[in-house]
């Protein structure tokens, strides 16, 4: 039988708490600081930075107001990361569970709403216009597919609605109603 799910996670969206076990796995880790984390990348016109970032972030002990204006604790720095980190983790576990749970002949679609800064070039969260806030992650699993790992074409996920509606076999909505092109191609013939 014909069937459609739609599973949504909210993190790694603030706040970033998860179950201890994926906070663990970064626990005895090294956490990198960002590079240029305090500064406006050099020669950018004031018009295309912003350093809104989040003016609250969450670490395992505490949720707490930060100047976005003033340099970081680098520990701070640490367990904000690591708390992302572990986040992403967790929703990679929950991930797995529902492609496991999915029939193999089903087609499956993964994928984010947005991406997010850990401090690089003076940012927090997703309020610039970086490929680090626009990027995301895209999976797609089709039973017609042939096996690979990456794709290089550039894609947008303003084509998910068009690729999902081809990969069922459904007639394409009316291109005044709806943006985007279909991946289906790129997906079953690269």
Known sequence: ADFFAVAGFYRPHLRW???KKF??????RSIEAPRHSRTKPHGMPDIAWTNEGCHT?????RTGRVDMNAPLDPELVAELRR???????WIDFLSGLVLDATPRDAVVIVSSDHGFHLGEQASWTKHTLFE???RVPLLIRDPLARPRLLAEPIVELVDLFRTAV???NLPPPPDDLVAGRSLADLVRDP
């Open 17 to 19: 708490v998860v179950p």
């Open 23 to 28: 906070y663990e796995l970064y626990a005895s």
């Open 166 to 168: 081809d990969l069922a």
């Open 83 to 89: 708390g992302y980190f572990s986040c992403v983790s």
């Open 132 to 134: 680090l806030s626009a």
């Open 57 to 61: 972030l969450t670490t395992a002990d």
